[in-house]
C-alpha cells in the first residue's frame, strides 16, 4: 500500500457507505467497543435513549481550557453562571461516558466485552421494538407511518408546557424525535436495501434526525441569548495585564457574545459528529495487536538474523516518533495502515469533541507522546501570583504560543498524513489545512466556526499584553483575521466541494444557518420562498416543524412577519386536515387572526358530516378559544350560498327534486342546533335555505328543513332573552326571523294539506261492474260489492270534505296572514338586510297566487262555487292587498277561473256571484 492510496481513506465522519449493514445493526444497542488489545481500537459508541435531554454539547478543546471552576472537566457553562444566578447552560452527559473509566480499569477488556445480560442488551422491550419494526415494514412508507404518531405528540407537548418555561418544552420537541429517529433506524435496518421503501425511510430518518439537531440548535442558542438579553446592564470588569490567559478568556466569554454563542455552535457540531461516531468506530482495525509499529519491529528484527537473505525493501532503521519524517523512510505497510486508521479515528474524536478520550487511546495504543502532544492547548493559569496562604498547582501551558506554532508548522508540512494534518490544524485554527478532510456540511461549518473562536481568543490574549514570552509568531492572516458569522456562511458559499454546496441548499441546513445568525427576517423570507413554490410539496414533518418554531419565537415575544407566519399556520393546518388529524385541527387554527381563524375552522367543518364527530369538533374549537357561534354560522352561511340560482316562477308542475346540493344545505343546519343559545341563528339561516328551496319549489327539501329545527326553538329563544335579564323586546332581527318561521311554518302546511286533498280527491272507490251473462253467484256477491261501495262512497265523500275544509282554512291562513300578511315583518327597526327582503317579496309574488289558484281549484272541484267567488274579495280587498302580488296575466288567468265558476252557478239557476235568482 503506498501513500497516496492511504491518504485516500474516507472522511473520518460516518458515512453510510462505508458503514455495512451489519455493523449498522450492531451498532443500534452496541455499548463502546474497544478490542481486546492495548493497540486494537475500535470505537465509541453511540446514544440509545439518553438519561436527561440534551441543553447543550460537551465542549470543544478551546472551551476546556476557559473554565477554571472544574478542575477535571472544565466548561464555558461554569464561567457563565458565576454568582447566584442560574446557568446559561446545563452539561451534557456524557455520550461515551463509559470510556473513560473503561480505559483506565486494569480490566477493560472484560468490562467492554460484556454477556448480553450483563450490558442490558436483553430487555422487555427488544422484542416490542422488533414486533413494531415488522408491522411497520408492511406499510406502503413505512417511514411515514412510524412517525404519524409526531403530529399530536407535538400538540400534547405544548400544552403540557403551555404555562412552564419554553425550553422544557423545546427540549421535549427533541426527545420526541429522538425516540422516533431510533425507531426509524430499527425499521432501516429490517429493511431491504434497494426498495422504495427503504429510501423513503431512510429520507424521514434524516429529515427526523436533522429536526432533532435543530431543536437542540435552538434551545442552545436562544437560552444564551435570552440570558445575555436579561443581562445587558451588567457590567464585566476588565482583565488587568497581569491576568492569566485562562482569566482573561473567561471575561471573554462573559461579556462577547458572538465568542460564547460561536463556541455554542461549535459544541452543537460536536454533539452531531457525537452521535454518529458509534458506527464509524465499529470498523476501525489495527493490525498491530500488542506493540505499537510491531510489523516494523519484526522485520528488523529478521532482518538481523543471520540466516536472513531477499531482497529487503527500504524501512526505517529505528522506531522513535519522529524517525519516518526524520529518515523520509516507510514504516511496515501493516502499521502504516495502522497509523492511517489511527489517525483518522483521532480526528474523529478531536470532530466529536473527545479530546481526552483521544489521549487515553493514544497511550493505550503505546503512543504517550501523541498523547503529550494533544495537551498543549490548555491555558496558563497560576493561581499563586494573586496570593493565598496555600500554594496551589499551577494549570495549563506556559509556552502554549510555541506549542501552537509547532502545531501549525506540522499542519502545513505535506510529509504527515492528512489526518494528522488535520488534527494539528483544528488544534492551532489552520483553516486551510483543516477543510480538506470536512465533506459535510456540519463538518465545514464546525472547522469554520472553531478557527472563528480560536482566532478571536488569540487575538483576546494578545492585545492584553500577558504574551510577553512567545518565541514564535503565528501568520499575520490567521491574527488580523476579521472574522464574523455572516462571513462564515458566504465562505461555505464558495466552497468548491459539490456535496456541501448541495447540502447548504437543504432544508433544515437553511434554517440552521438563519438560526446561527440570527436572522429572524431572512428566516421568514426563506419559508415564504419555500410555500410559494408550491412544488414539490414541502414535507409534512417540515411543516409541522415550521409552526411549532413559528409558536416559539411568539412564546419569546420576538418580532416575526405576521403574514409569512399565517401562510405557514394555514399550510400545516391543512396537511392536517388532508392526514385526517381531527383532533389537532382546532389549537392550531386558533393561532391565526380572529377572522381568519373563523373562516379557516369552518372550511374545515364543511366536510365533517357524523353528527357525534361534528360535536367533538366543536367542543374542541370551544377548547381553543375560537369564537364557536361565529364558526357554526359561517360553515352555514358558507354551504348556504353556493348555490346563485335565483327563484323561478311558480306553475301547477311537479315538485323539482333534490339534489346533492340541496341534501348538504339541509344537514349543515345541524351545526347550529347543537347549542340552545343558537337557537335565534338556526332560525334565521334555516329560514334562508327554506326561502331558496321554497323559490326553485323545492317543496320536500323545504320540510326537511323545517324539520332540523326542533319545536320548543321559539320557547328557546324566548328563555335565553330573559335569561340574560333583558325586559325590553326580542331584538327586531329575531322576531321578525320567529314570524317567518311561522309564515313558512304556514305555507308548508297548506302545501302538505293540498297534496293530501289532491291524493284522495284523485282515488275514489271504483264502481263495481256485473257481465250481462253473470251467474247467480256472480250476482249476489256484486250486490254484496256495491253495498261496500256505497259505504267506500260515503267514507270517501266524508273523508274529502273534511280534507277540503282544512286544506281550505290552511290556505286562507297563508292568504290572511295576521299583522300585514305572508312573509312580512313586523318590526321594521330591523338591521337592513336588502338579499332577505328581494327574496321574501319575491316569495310573496311567487307563492300567494300559487295558493290562490289552488283553492279555487279544490273549491271548484268540490263544486263550492260561490265560495270561489268569494276569492274575488279576499284578492281585492284593501286589508290584504293581495292583488299588488299577482301579475297582469295571473289576474287575467284568475278571472277565467272566477268566471268558469259563475257560468256553473247560472246553470245551477243560481246568479253569477252564487247566490238565488228572485223573481
Same mark, same amino acid.
Given at each position: 500500500?503506498?501513500?497516496?492510496?492511504?491518504?485516500?481513506?474516507?472522511?473520518?465522519?460516518?458515512?453510510?457507505?462505508?458503514?455495512?449493514?451489519?455493523?449498522?445493526?450492531r451498532?443500534?444497542?452496541?455499548?463502546?467497543?474497544?478490542?481486546?488489545?492495548?493497540?486494537?481500537?475500535?470505537?465509541?459508541?453511540?446514544?440509545?435513549?439518553?438519561?436527561q435531554?440534551?441543553?447543550?454539547?460537551?465542549?470543544?478543546?478551546?472551551?476546556?481550557?476557559?473554565?477554571?471552576?472544574?478542575?477535571?472537566?472544565?466548561?464555558?457553562?461554569?464561567?457563565?453562571?458565576?454568582g447566584?444566578?442560574?446557568?446559561?447552560?446545563?452539561?451534557?452527559?456524557?455520550?461515551?461516558?463509559?470510556?473513560?473509566t473503561?480505559?483506565?480499569?486494569s480490566?477493560?477488556?472484560?468490562t467492554?466485552?460484556?454477556?448480553?445480560?450483563?450490558?442490558?442488551?436483553?430487555?422487555?422491550?427488544?422484542?416490542?421494538?422488533v414486533?413494531?419494526?415488522?408491522?411497520?415494514?408492511?406499510?406502503?412508507?413505512?417511514?411515514?407511518?412510524?412517525?404519524?404518531s409526531?403530529?399530536?405528540?407535538?400538540?400534547?407537548?405544548?400544552?403540557?408546557?403551555?404555562s412552564?418555561?419554553i425550553?422544557?418544552?423545546?427540549?421535549?420537541?427533541? @426527545?420526541?424525535?429522538?425516540?422516533?429517529?431510533?425507531?426509524?433506524?430499527?425499521?432501516?435496518?429490517?429493511?431491504?436495501?434497494?426498495?422504495?421503501?427503504?429510501?423513503?425511510?431512510?429520507?424521514?430518518?434524516?429529515?427526523?434526525?436533522?429536526?432533532?439537531?435543530?431543536?437542540?440548535?435552538?434551545?442552545?442558542?436562544?437560552?444564551d441569548?435570552?440570558?445575555?438579553?436579561?443581562?445587558?446592564?451588567?457590567?464585566?470588569d476588565?482583565?488587568?495585564?497581569?491576568?492569566?490567559e485562562?482569566?482573561?478568556?473567561?471575561?471573554?466569554? $462573559?461579556?462577547d457574545?458572538?465568542?460564547?454563542?460561536?463556541?455554542?455552535?461549535?459544541?452543537?457540531?460536536?454533539?452531531?459528529?457525537?452521535?454518529?461516531?458509534?458506527?464509524?468506530s465499529?470498523?476501525?482495525e489495527?493490525?498491530?495487536?500488542?506493540?505499537?509499529?510491531?510489523?516494523?519491529?519484526?522485520?528488523?528484527?529478521?532482518?538481523?538474523?543471520?540466516?536472513?537473505?531477499g531482497?529487503?525493501?527500504?524501512?526505517?532503521?529505528?522506531?522513535?516518533?519522529?524517525?519516518?519524517?526524520r529518515?523520509?523512510?516507510?514504516?511496515?505497510d501493516?502499521d502504516?495502515?495502522?497509523?492511517?486508521?489511527?489517525?483518522?479515528?483521532?480526528?474523529?474524536?478531536? !470532530?466529536?469533541?473527545?479530546?481526552?478520550?483521544?489521549?487515553?487511546?493514544?497511550?493505550?495504543? #503505546?503512543?504517550?507522546?501523541?498523547?503529550?502532544?494533544?495537551? #498543549?492547548?490548555?491555558?496558563?493559569?497560576?493561581?499563586?501570583?494573586?496570593?493565598?496562604?496555600?500554594?496551589?498547582?499551577?494549570?495549563?501551558?506556559?509556552?502554549?504560543?510555541?506549542?501552537?506554532?509547532?502545531?501549525?508548522?506540522?499542519?502545513?508540512?505535506e510529509?504527515?498524513?492528512?489526518?494528522?494534518?488535520?488534527?494539528?490544524?483544528?488544534?492551532?485554527?489552520?483553516?486551510? $489545512?483543516?477543510?480538506p478532510?470536512?465533506?459535510?456540511?456540519e463538518d465545514?461549518?464546525?472547522?469554520?466556526?472553531?478557527?472563528?473562536?480560536?482566532?478571536?481568543?488569540?487575538?483576546?490574549?494578545?492585545?492584553?499584553?500577558?504574551?510577553? +514570552?512567545?518565541?514564535?509568531?503565528?501568520?499575520?492572516?490567521y491574527l488580523?483575521?476579521?472574522?464574523?458569522?455572516?462571513?462564515?456562511?458566504?465562505?461555505?458559499?464558495?466552497?468548491?466541494?459539490?456535496?456541501?454546496?448541495?447540502?447548504?441548499?437543504? +432544508?433544515? +441546513?437553511?434554517?440552521?444557518?438563519f438560526?446561527?445568525?440570527?436572522d429572524?427576517?431572512? %428566516?421568514?423570507?426563506?419559508?415564504?420562498?419555500?410555500?410559494?413554490? #408550491?412544488?414539490?410539496?414541502?414535507?409534512?414533518h417540515?411543516?409541522?416543524?415550521?409552526?411549532?418554531?413559528?409558536?416559539?419565537?411568539r412564546?419569546? #415575544?420576538?418580532?416575526?412577519?405576521?403574514?409569512i407566519?399565517?401562510?405557514?399556520?394555514?399550510?400545516?393546518i391543512?396537511?392536517?386536515?388532508?392526514?385526517?388529524?381531527?383532533?389537532?385541527?382546532?389549537f392550531?387554527?386558533?393561532?391565526?387572526?380572529?377572522?381568519?381563524?373563523?373562516?379557516?375552522?369552518?372550511e374545515?367543518?364543511?366536510?365533517?358530516?357524523e353528527?357525534?364527530q361534528?360535536?367533538?369538533?366543536?367542543?374542541?374549537?370551544?377548547?381553543?378559544?375560537l369564537?364557536?357561534?361565529?364558526? @357554526?354560522?359561517?360553515?352555514?352561511?358558507?354551504?348556504?350560498?353556493?348555490?346563485?340560482?335565483?327563484?323561478?316562477?311558480?306553475?301547477?308542475? %311537479?315538485?323539482?327534486?333534490?339534489?346533492?346540493?340541496?341534501?348538504?344545505?339541509?344537514?349543515?343546519?345541524d351545526?347550529?342546533?347543537?347549542?340552545?343559545? $343558537?337557537?335565534?341563528?338556526?332560525?334565521?339561516?334555516?329560514n334562508?335555505?327554506?326561502?331558496?328551496?321554497?323559490?326553485?319549489k323545492?317543496?320536500?327539501?323545504?320540510?326537511?328543513?323545517?324539520?332540523?329545527?326542533?319545536?320548543?326553538?321559539?320557547?328557546?329563544?324566548?328563555?335565553?332573552?330573559?335569561?340574560?335579564?333583558?325586559?325590553?323586546?326580542?331584538?327586531?332581527?329575531?322576531?321578525?326571523?320567529?314570524?317567518?318561521?311561522?309564515?313558512?311554518?304556514?305555507?308548508?302546511?297548506?302545501?302538505?294539506?293540498?297534496?293530501?286533498?289532491?291524493?284522495?280527491?284523485?282515488?275514489?272507490?271504483?264502481?263495481?261492474?256485473l257481465?250481462?251473462?253473470?251467474?247467480?253467484?256472480? @250476482?249476489?256477491?256484486?250486490?254484496?260489492?256495491?253495498?261496500?261501495?256505497?259505504?267506500d262512497?260515503?267514507?270517501?265523500?266524508?273523508?274529502?270534505e273534511?280534507?277540503?275544509?282544512?286544506?281550505?282554512?290552511?290556505?286562507?291562513?297563508?292568504?290572511?296572514?295576521?299583522?300585514?300578511?305572508?312573509?312580512?315583518d313586523?318590526?321594521?327597526?330591523?338591521e337592513?338586510?336588502?338579499?332577505?327582503?328581494?327574496?321574501?317579496?319575491?316569495?310573496?309574488?311567487?307563492?300567494?297566487?300559487?295558493?290562490?289558484?289552488?283553492?279555487?281549484?279544490? %273549491? +271548484?272541484?268540490?263544486?263550492?262555487?260561490?265560495?270561489?267567488? !268569494?276569492?274575488?274579495?279576499?284578492?281585492?280587498?284593501?286589508?290584504?292587498?293581495?292583488?299588488?302580488?299577482?301579475?297582469?296575466?295571473?289576474?287575467?288567468?284568475?278571472?277565467?277561473?272566477?268566471?268558469e265558476?259563475?257560468?256553473?252557478?247560472?246553470?245551477?239557476?243560481?246568479?253569477p256571484?252564487?247566490?238565488?235568482?228572485?223573481?
Amino acid at each position: 500500500m503506498n501513500m497516496e492510496r492511504c491518504d485516500e481513506l474516507l472522511s473520518p465522519v460516518v458515512r453510510d457507505t462505508e458503514v455495512t449493514r451489519a455493523a449498522r445493526r450492531r451498532s443500534t444497542n452496541k455499548k463502546v467497543f474497544f478490542p481486546s488489545s492495548p493497540c486494537e481500537v475500535s470505537g465509541a459508541s453511540t446514544t440509545p435513549a439518553r438519561p436527561q435531554l440534551l441543553n447543550r454539547t460537551p465542549g470543544s478543546l478551546l472551551k476546556h481550557s476557559f473554565t477554571p471552576l472544574i478542575k477535571r472537566h472544565p466548561d464555558v457553562s461554569a464561567i457563565l453562571s458565576t454568582g447566584g444566578k442560574s446557568p446559561r447552560y446545563s452539561q451534557t452527559p456524557a455520550r461515551l461516558g463509559n470510556l473513560s473509566t473503561n480505559l483506565d480499569d486494569s480490566d477493560w477488556t472484560n468490562t467492554l466485552y460484556l454477556s448480553p445480560q450483563q450490558s442490558g442488551l436483553v430487555d422487555s422491550s427488544f422484542t416490542e421494538d422488533v414486533t413494531m419494526s415488522a408491522v411497520m415494514l408492511k406499510e406502503d412508507d413505512p417511514g411515514e407511518a412510524a412517525s404519524f404518531s409526531m403530529f399530536p405528540e407535538f400538540l400534547q407537548s405544548y400544552l403540557r408546557h403551555s404555562s412552564s418555561a419554553i425550553f422544557d418544552l423545546i427540549e421535549e420537541y427533541e @426527545t420526541i424525535c429522538e425516540e422516533q429517529v431510533g425507531m426509524l433506524k430499527k425499521i432501516v435496518t429490517r429493511a431491504t436495501p434497494g426498495q422504495q421503501k427503504f429510501s423513503q425511510t431512510a429520507s424521514m430518518l434524516w429529515l427526523l434526525q436533522q429536526e432533532m439537531v435543530t431543536w437542540r440548535l435552538l434551545t442552545s442558542l436562544y437560552r444564551d441569548r435570552i440570558q445575555s438579553a436579561l443581562e445587558d446592564d451588567v457590567m464585566i470588569d476588565a482583565a488587568a495585564p497581569s491576568e492569566s490567559e485562562k482569566v482573561i478568556v473567561e471575561n471573554l466569554f $462573559q461579556r462577547d457574545s458572538l465568542v460564547r454563542q460561536s463556541q455554542i455552535v461549535v459544541d452543537w457540531l460536536e454533539t452531531i459528529a457525537k452521535d454518529e461516531i458509534g458506527d464509524f468506530s465499529d470498523n476501525i482495525e489495527f493490525y498491530a495487536k500488542s506493540v505499537y509499529w510491531e510489523n516494523t519491529l519484526h522485520t528488523l528484527k529478521q532482518r538481523r538474523t543471520p540466516s536472513h537473505a531477499g531482497f529487503s525493501r527500504p524501512l526505517v532503521t529505528e522506531l522513535d516518533p519522529d524517525a519516518p519524517v526524520r529518515q523520509k523512510l516507510p514504516l511496515a505497510d501493516l502499521d502504516r495502515e495502522d497509523d492511517i486508521r489511527m489517525l483518522k479515528y483521532l480526528f474523529t474524536l478531536i !470532530r466529536a469533541g473527545m479530546t481526552e478520550e483521544a489521549q487515553r487511546l493514544c497511550k493505550r495504543c #503505546g503512543q504517550a507522546w501523541r498523547a503529550a502532544t494533544l495537551e #498543549g492547548w490548555k491555558l496558563y493559569h497560576d493561581p499563586n501570583i494573586s496570593g493565598g496562604v496555600e500554594l496551589q498547582p499551577v494549570e495549563g501551558n506556559p509556552h502554549r504560543c510555541v506549542w501552537k506554532t509547532c502545531c501549525w508548522r506540522m499542519a502545513e508540512d505535506e510529509q504527515f498524513n492528512r489526518y494528522e494534518r488535520a488534527i494539528y490544524a483544528a488544534l492551532s485554527g489552520n483553516l486551510k $489545512q483543516l477543510l480538506p478532510v470536512c465533506d459535510s456540511w456540519e463538518d465545514t461549518v464546525w472547522a469554520y466556526f472553531r478557527v472563528l473562536v480560536d482566532t478571536l481568543v488569540e487575538q483576546e490574549i494578545c492585545s492584553s499584553g500577558t504574551a510577553l +514570552h512567545q518565541l514564535e509568531e503565528l501568520p499575520r492572516e490567521y491574527l488580523e483575521a476579521n472574522w464574523t458569522l455572516e462571513r462564515v456562511f458566504e465562505e461555505l458559499k464558495a466552497t468548491e466541494k459539490k456535496r456541501v454546496l448541495e447540502e447548504t441548499k437543504e +432544508h433544515y +441546513h437553511v434554517i440552521q444557518k438563519f438560526v446561527i445568525l440570527g436572522d429572524l427576517d431572512g %428566516l421568514m423570507e426563506e419559508f415564504s420562498d419555500w410555500l410559494s413554490h #408550491g412544488k414539490p410539496a414541502l414535507p409534512s414533518h417540515l411543516l409541522r416543524f415550521m409552526t411549532h418554531l413559528i409558536l416559539f419565537f411568539r412564546s419569546l #415575544g420576538m418580532q416575526i412577519k405576521e403574514e409569512i407566519s399565517v401562510d405557514i399556520l394555514k399550510t400545516y393546518i391543512q396537511v392536517l386536515v388532508n392526514k385526517k388529524h381531527t383532533d389537532l385541527i382546532a389549537f392550531y387554527v386558533s393561532h391565526l387572526p380572529a377572522d381568519m381563524a373563523i373562516a379557516q375552522y369552518s372550511e374545515f367543518l364543511e366536510c365533517v358530516t357524523e353528527t357525534d364527530q361534528r360535536k367533538h369538533c366543536l367542543e374542541l374549537a370551544k377548547e381553543a378559544g375560537l369564537d364557536v357561534a361565529a364558526v @357554526t354560522k359561517t360553515v352555514v352561511e358558507n354551504i348556504r350560498k353556493r348555490d346563485a340560482d335565483d327563484f323561478s316562477h311558480h306553475d301547477l308542475a %311537479l315538485d323539482s327534486g333534490t339534489s346533492e346540493e340541496d341534501l348538504r344545505k339541509i344537514d349543515v343546519i345541524d351545526w347550529l342546533v347543537f347549542d340552545p343559545s $343558537q337557537r335565534a341563528e338556526a332560525l334565521k339561516q334555516s329560514n334562508a335555505i327554506m326561502r331558496k328551496f321554497l323559490g326553485s319549489k323545492k317543496h320536500e327539501a323545504a320540510k326537511e328543513v323545517f324539520a332540523k329545527i326542533p319545536e320548543d326553538s321559539m320557547r328557546e329563544i324566548y328563555k335565553q332573552w330573559e335569561a340574560q335579564g333583558m325586559d325590553i323586546p326580542l331584538p327586531a332581527e329575531d322576531q321578525n326571523a320567529i314570524r317567518e318561521h311561522l309564515c313558512i311554518r304556514a305555507y308548508l302546511e297548506a302545501h302538505e294539506a293540498f297534496n293530501e286533498w289532491f291524493k284522495h280527491m284523485n282515488s275514489p272507490p271504483q264502481k263495481p261492474t256485473l257481465s250481462s251473462q253473470a251467474k247467480f253467484t256472480e @250476482t249476489v256477491a256484486h250486490e254484496m260489492k256495491e253495498k261496500e261501495y256505497e259505504l267506500d262512497c260515503r267514507n270517501w265523500k266524508g273523508r274529502l270534505e273534511a280534507l277540503t275544509d282544512d286544506v281550505r282554512d290552511r290556505i286562507y291562513n297563508v292568504l290572511l296572514f295576521v299583522d300585514g300578511g305572508w312573509m312580512v315583518d313586523v318590526r321594521e327597526d330591523a338591521e337592513a338586510d336588502p338579499e332577505r327582503s328581494h327574496q321574501m317579496t319575491l316569495l310573496r309574488r311567487l307563492c300567494l297566487p300559487m295558493m290562490a289558484f289552488l283553492l279555487h281549484s279544490v %273549491l +271548484h272541484s268540490t263544486e263550492q262555487h260561490q265560495e270561489c267567488l !268569494r276569492l274575488a274579495d279576499i284578492v281585492s280587498s284593501e286589508q290584504q292587498k293581495l292583488y299588488q302580488v299577482f301579475s297582469k296575466e295571473e289576474l287575467r288567468k284568475f278571472l277565467r277561473k272566477l268566471r268558469e265558476s259563475s257560468l256553473l252557478l247560472l246553470d245551477k239557476d243560481l246568479d253569477p256571484l252564487g247566490y238565488e235568482i228572485q223573481s
